[in-house]
């Protein structure tokens, strides 16, 4: 039987990221605690604990064992138009799960010694332009700029508690079940795929194996600390992904782009996040000791869609 490590705390476990977290985790010889919103059973590596952001309640016993926290809880951005009510459950289920976990933690008795968050590139504001976003560059002014920025500060108030504390600042994340990717797909094996809009936007990503790997290097290097863009960081367009995905599906490429004006029509304000996007950059992650499997677009999407 392969020797455990360290214990894992993972919270928002069940969406696209946390499920291939978690097997990688337990495939190194991690053990996993997931904070679920309901009882679920336990198995061999995995064991569950509840929590109620609306009742501001959690099962302290999740920290017993705990060595590590990834934090990953945050209701979908893309998952629906963006009404007042959507807007404020985007905002508070990430504010509000910081906060209880902070709370939790500077009651309960804990062995944690780093907190590991997810954040977004849509900290610099959903803007298309020439600037090279770095982590140094301060919010942006929309929407979604508003939401990370409070949603790292509520990060930070885990470091006060004397955990090492890093953030990482998520583009689109390429995978296969449940991304963005698989919803873009039906178009384009029909030969009817297309750029959005002008196409020019930036389109930020990385391939869900990176990310995990990049997760895991952010628990075991101490020296991590603060933001890093998780990124690839190769200034690809939406248009260049839309060809590249033509390409690996061998299909044609001749459809006019999707009006702008269209998206906006059928999505509301959350179409900002297709029609625009920004220039990210992963120096400061390369420069950490990060080493990229899949930086080349055509490698990843070989990969994500080989049958």
């Given at each position: 039987m392969q020797f455990m490590k360290e214990t894992i705390l993972i919270t928002g476990g069940s969406g696209l990221v946390g499920k291939v977290l978690t097997s990688l985790l337990t495939a190194q010889g991690y053990a996993v605690s997931i904070l679920s919103r309901s009882p679920r059973k336990a198995t061999e590596n995995v064991t569950y604990y509840t929590w109620d952001l609306d009742k501001n309640e959690i099962d302290a016993n999740c920290f017993l064992k705990a060595t590590h926290?990834?934090?990953?809880?945050?209701?979908?951005?893309?998952?629906?138009?963006?009404?007042?009510?959507?807007?404020?459950?985007?905002?508070?289920?990430?504010?509000?799960?910081?906060?209880?976990?902070?709370?939790?933690?500077?009651?309960?008795?804990?062995?944690?010694?780093?907190?590991?968050?997810?954040?977004?590139?849509?900290?610099?504001?959903?803007?298309?332009?020439?600037?090279?976003?770095?982590?140094?560059?301060?919010?942006?002014?929309d929407f979604l700029a508003h939401v990370c920025r409070d949603w790292e500060d509520s990060v930070d108030r885990i470091a006060s508690l004397g955990i090492r504390t890093v953030k990482l600042r998520t583009g689109v994340v390429l995978a296969n079940k449940g991304s963005a990717l698989q919803k873009m797909l039906p178009p384009f094996q029909m030969g009817l795929g297309s750029a959005i809009g002008t196409g020019k936007q930036y389109l930020p990503w990385i391939h869900i194996s990176d990310l995990c790997n990049m997760y895991l290097m952010a628990l075991n290097k101490p020296k991590m600390r603060g933001s890093f863009n998780a990124v690839v960081g190769d200034d690809t367009t939406n248009a260049q992904l839309s060809k590249a995905i033509a390409r690996q599906l061998n299909k044609p490429f001749f459809m006019p782009n999707v009006p702008a004006f269209l998206l906006w029509l059928v999505f509301g304000k959350m179409a900002v996040i297709l029609t625009n996007g920004s220039r990210v950059s992963a120096q400061k992650i390369k420069e950490a000791g990060f080493v990229f499997e899949f930086e080349s677009l055509e490698e990843a999407l070989r990969d994500l869609l080989k049958k």
């Open positions: 926290i990834i934090h990953l809880a945050g209701e979908n951005v893309a998952s629906g138009r963006w009404t007042a009510q959507k807007k404020e459950l985007i905002l508070k289920s990430r504010t509000r799960s910081s906060a209880l976990l902070y709370q939790a933690l500077s009651k309960s008795p804990h062995q944690v010694k780093a907190f590991v968050s997810a954040s977004a590139t849509g900290f610099y504001g959903s803007q298309t332009s020439d600037t090279l976003f770095s982590e140094d560059h301060p919010s942006g002014a």
